[in-house]
Structure formats: structure tokens, C-alpha cells
């Protein structure tokens, strides 16, 4: 471009010489060479000004190979310090133990993920974390022996002849109902007559009639044990509604397991637990589903586990609130708690994902089983609207957490993130446990299945439009609102309990629903020991006629809460720090 201006420049110079020939004056001749002089020097500055334009604009990310190299990195590297924010527990992904990938730079300065594919035993944990229940690392190791050992019953089924519903359930098709399956537990507990396998799931009938089968399968058996399913557990009461044929129903199933004179005779041994078990109509037929046995037995034994939920907040950021409702329950005596995920907030999940690597947490990815509606937002609309069925679903988190530990803690409390059991007069769960059990001895001599705790409303508004709590961040939900309903809810309504897990068959989100041994019993324990602290913005749905007469009309101030302040506080700042929550320009003005 810069060539063909200097030839149309100097192209009219030669003017005078095609007029005038070689008859130029002196005078003449001095004037041409001064203009082709000139002519010249300026098409020698616009080569010089066209290439530094032409290099500084293929540095800038024209593309072009060999110019711009400083300016192109130097831009690479900005984007590639962007962080990254990671949704994978938004779509249902267990999170929180991947690995980071191995990032190298190539020549051009493009950071990319260099590890090389790996094969499909290296696999097997990344897998067996997201489905945990199927037994994927056991048929991986076994799938060669496995397939042709059987001559006498069904193959062992291979994980891709497993019928899977929205990731999580496996389903199985009798000749009266669909059953949706989701976990399977061993339960040798003393007060169990028979060692069992328990299997919680869904079916889509009421009072299922249907005969059905455990296939048992052992470690280095040849073929499955074939057991009767002896019990149709109703995880339910049928006064509450949706007990209709056709709607999804939580059951909780039983198999005994063999006599020890059939595990002898199969060469196992007496106390060998079943790998897995799969469920059929006509016992050795094919089956359509594997689940693995949970059979956790810890080394030590804790005191208190809490379960939670499916969490459902898809674009409600309780992230703050949640590092509190943890940090506090650790202070209480929480040993470890276990939350469900539906589906949440991306700064939930870096919180959930942050305490799951401290293994205080541990997060479980759930969805709705059948024909339920999974996609997120409209499945939060559905168990808005179907609140019945939103009941129902939940019992099978709760379900699944009781029977996940029951070697492993000694009690387990279901709450929500806005509950806390607070104890009055002592610091600690462990304390106050302490002082219930034999106060509930003294008055039956029998051993309780739970202990419930009486519901009071802790308001998220109540004085706010005043003035905040002097020398408490107003990040500190729970410290900022001490102002409480005078009355609290009626004995045995909205109550939530330690659970004896000795004693409990079936669990419901404020009271065990079956038992071992006979009824189930629950000690109240009276509010000047300890009560449910409850952080709402309104009443429940079932109180808001006599919302504001009866619990929002007269109000007091309770502090217990702030006998944990000093550590609370601190603790719940190191952690927001170091996940990066604070706004650095007003994390002072927070704090007064």
C-alpha cells in the first residue's frame, strides 16, 4: 500500500521532463529536485508510520503469526487469571473432592488442561461419588468373573442394564406397579430380630400387594441368594393426603437375610454382608436394577449427626446465613452434617463445597423421582404447588441419612438451614443430652426414641426498621435477631428431635413414624432447658390466621444465642474471608 503511494507521488514529477524535454532552466532544474526530494522523504515516513500501525494492531490479537508477542500474551494472561465459577452442583453434580486438572502453557501462552485420558478404572471413583448407589467399583473390579459364573439364577447385572430414572433412582416394573428405588442399608441393630436389607424407595400404589424378591449378591458367590421381601413399610400416614393408587408413595422394604446354614453351604461366611441387591417379581429372573448395600461402620463412633433436606434455592443467596447456621452448629456439638441438594445458589455451592473439603459436610446431589418434573426453577414451582408430594419426597432424604449412619452416630436431628436446638442453662448438645435422658428415666424407666424440642419464631424483620446490634456484623444473622415471639408453637406442633438411632425404623421431618420394639415414644423436653429456635419472616402456612394475634403481637428479647459470639463471630469471618465474601471497601462500615 505504502509502494503504490510513492509511485502515484513521484508519477507527476516526470511532468516538467515530458512538457519541456531536456530545455529546463537552472532555475528549473534546482526546483524538480527539490520536489522529487521532498516527494521522497514523505514516502519513506508513511512506510515507517503504516508498519508500526500494522504491528501494533496484530498485537492486539490480529492473529497474525510473529507479531505482536509481548502484547498478546500480556493479554492471554489477563483473561486466564479471570477465575472460573463452578455450577456443578447447580445441576445436580456431587461437588467437593474432584481433583484440579493440570494446566500447562503451550508456545502461544494458551493455558489449557493437559492431562491425559485415563481409563476406566481410574474412573471408577469420580463414578461410584456421583451414583452412590450402585456398586460401580465392585462390578468394574469383577465384571471378567462375573458375567459367565452363573448357571443356576440371574447373571449379576451389569451397570448399563440397570434401568436409571433422572439420575439417581433405579426402577424396577412388576405386574402391579412401578417401583422407583434409591438406597439399600444393612441393619443388624440389636433391637432388629433378624439381620436385614432395607430398601427406601418410591412405588406408585398404595398398599402394594405385589410379591417381590431380594436378590442377594456376595463377594466370590456364585450365584445370588434369593430372599423373600417380607414388609411393605408405609414411610407415610395416609390421614395427610395424596393416598390415591397411581401417585408416587414412600415405602421402606425388607429382606432377612439367610440362615447360616445357607451361607455355609455357599462356602460364605457367617457375617459376610451382600455387596449389592437387586429386587424382581419371579426371583432368578434378569433383574433391572443394582443397588449398592451401605453397610458404614466408622472406626469411632460420633454423638450427633444432622440430616437436611433437599436444598431448594435456586436464586435465593443464603450463602452468609448458611456459614453461620454451620459455624454454630459446630460450636453445639455437630459432628457431621449431611445436606441434599435439589438444586442452590452458586455462592451456596462454594460454601457447600468449601466445608465439604474440611469433611464437616458431606452433600448429596437428589432429584424427584417417575414423572416428577427435574428441571430447575419449574421443579421449585412444582413443590411449591404440590406441597403434599413435596412432603412425601422429603422422607427419602431423611430416610436415607438415618439409615446412611446407623453405625455411626448415636443421634441425628433433621432441621432445616433457619432451625437450631439451643440449649438453655449449658453450651453444648452433648451437655444437654446429658441432663434429658435421665431426667426422661425418672419420669418412665424406658429408653426414648426421640427427644422433641418446642418451636419458637425468631423474626427476621423485628426491629430492624430501628437499629441494628451494637458490636455485632450485621452479616450475623441469627446474632442480629434476638427478638422472638412470647408464646411458642402448641406442644407436639412443629417440634424437631434428637432421634435415638437404635430405636428408629421410619423417620418424618418432626417425629420418628415407626419404631423397634413396639410404639414409638418421645420425651418433650420443657422449654426452660432448651428450645427450637426458629428464624422466619411469617408464620408457617397452617398459622397465618392467628399469626399476628397469637405469636407476633407480643414480642421478647432472647440472647441466649450470644453466649457464642466471641468464637462464633470470629469463625464465621475467617471462612467468608477466605471464600472471598467481603467487600473490602465496606467490610467496616459492616461491622459497627
Not at 62 to 80: E, M
Not at 453 to 462: G, H, K, Q, T
Amino acid at each position: 500500500m505504502a509502494e503504490g503511494q510513492i509511485l502515484r507521488m513521484c508519477h507527476w514529477t516526470r511532468w516538467p521532463l515530458l512538457a519541456g524535454g531536456n530545455h529546463l532552466r537552472p532555475f528549473q532544474r534546482s526546483v524538480y529536485v527539490l520536489v522529487v526530494w521532498t516527494c521522497l522523504c514523505y514516502g519513506l515516513f508513511q512506510i515507517s508510520s503504516h508498519g508500526s500501525a500494522d504491528s501494533s494492531s496484530s498485537g492486539a490479537g490480529a492473529g497474525y503469526a510473529g507479531a505482536g508477542p509481548v502484547n498478546s500474551r500480556l493479554l492471554l494472561q489477563k483473561v486466564t487469571e479471570t477465575p472460573l465459577t463452578s455450577t456443578a452442583a447447580s445441576s445436580g453434580v456431587a461437588v467437593g473432592t474432584a481433583t484440579q486438572p493440570a494446566t500447562s502453557t503451550d508456545p502461544a501462552g494458551v493455558k489449557i488442561d493437559r492431562t491425559k485420558p485415563t481409563d476406566d478404572e481410574d474412573m471408577a471413583p469420580f463414578i461410584q461419588q456421583r451414583v452412590p448407589n450402585v456398586p460401580f467399583e465392585f462390578w468394574l473390579r469383577e465384571k471378567a468373573k462375573i458375567y459367565g459364573k452363573n448357571h443356576t439364577c440371574a447373571f449379576y447385572p451389569s451397570v448399563f442394564d440397570i434401568k436409571f430414572n433422572n439420575n439417581y433412582w433405579q426402577m424396577f416394573r412388576s405386574s402391579n406397579g412401578t417401583f422407583y428405588l434409591y438406597g439399600a442399608y444393612h441393619d443388624n441393630r440389636p433391637a432388629v430380630a433378624k439381620a436385614t436389607i432395607r430398601i427406601l424407595g418410591m412405588i406408585d400404589r398404595i398398599e402394594p400387594t405385589v410379591k417381590t424378591h431380594c436378590l442377594l449378591w456376595y463377594d466370590a458367590a456364585k450365584d445370588p441368594v434369593v430372599m423373600p421381601v417380607v414388609e411393605y413399610k408405609y414411610v407415610w400416614n395416609q390421614k395427610w393426603g395424596n393416598y390415591k393408587q397411581g401417585l408416587l408413595q414412600p415405602y421402606l422394604m425388607a429382606c432377612h437375610l439367610p440362615t447360616a446354614a445357607v451361607l455355609a453351604n455357599k462356602g460364605l461366611p457367617l457375617d459376610q454382608v451382600p455387596i449389592s441387591v437387586s429386587l424382581t417379581e419371579k426371583g432368578c429372573e434378569p433383574p433391572t436394577n443394582n443397588l449398592r448395600v451401605n453397610n458404614n461402620v466408622p472406626a469411632k463412633k460420633g454423638r450427633f449427626a444432622v440430616c437436611v433436606k433437599g436444598l431448594d434455592f435456586l436464586r435465593e443467596d443464603l450463602s452468609v446465613r448458611l456459614v453461620e447456621w454451620i459455624e454454630l452448629l459446630g460450636l453445639l456439638g455437630a459432628d457431621k452434617i449431611f445436606l441434599y441438594e435439589l438444586e442452590v445458589h452458586p455462592n451456596i455451592s462454594k460454601v457447600l463445597r468449601y466445608y465439604q473439603q474440611t469433611g464437616r459436610v458431606q452433600l448429596t446431589p437428589i432429584t424427584l423421582p417417575g414423572e416428577q418434573p427435574n428441571v430447575p426453577g419449574l421443579r421449585h414451582m412444582y413443590l411449591k404447588s404440590k406441597i403434599t408430594s413435596k412432603r412425601q419426597n422429603e422422607v427419602i432424604p431423611y430416610n436415607d441419612c438415618l439409615y446412611r449412619n446407623l453405625h455411626s452416630y448415636d443421634y441425628i436431628a433433621l432441621m432445616d438451614t433457619d432451625e437450631v436446638i439451643l440449649p438453655k442453662n449449658v453450651q453444648t448438645w452433648n451437655e444437654l443430652i446429658d441432663i434429658i435422658v435421665p431426667k426422661s428415666l425418672a419420669a418412665a424407666n424406658y429408653t426414648r426414641a426421640s427427644y422433641n424440642f418446642r418451636n419458637v419464631y425468631f423474626w427476621d424483620d423485628a426491629e430492624h426498621s430501628h437499629r441494628w446490634e451494637a458490636n455485632i456484623p450485621r452479616h450475623m444473622h441469627m446474632l442480629q435477631h434476638v427478638y422472638r415471639s412470647y408464646n411458642y408453637t402448641k406442644p407436639n406442633q412443629y417440634v424437631k428431635c434428637f432421634h435415638n438411632v437404635q430405636k428408629i425404623l421410619t423417620l418424618h421431618n418432626h417425629f420418628p413414624l415407626a419404631c423397634l420394639g413396639g410404639g414409638c415414644t418421645s420425651y418433650p423436653v420443657e422449654p426452660e432447658t432448651a428450645h427450637l429456635q426458629h428464624y422466619r419472616a411469617d408464620c408457617v402456612s397452617t398459622l397465618k390466621k392467628s399469626c399476628d394475634t397469637e405469636y407476633k403481637q407480643h414480642l421478647v428479647k432472647d440472647t441466649i444465642i450470644w453466649r457464642y459470639k466471641e468464637d462464633l463471630i470470629p469463625r464465621v469471618s475467617q471462612v467468608l474471608k477466605s471464600l472471598d465474601f467481603f467487600d473490602q471497601n465496606k467490610a467496616e462500615a459492616n461491622q459497627l
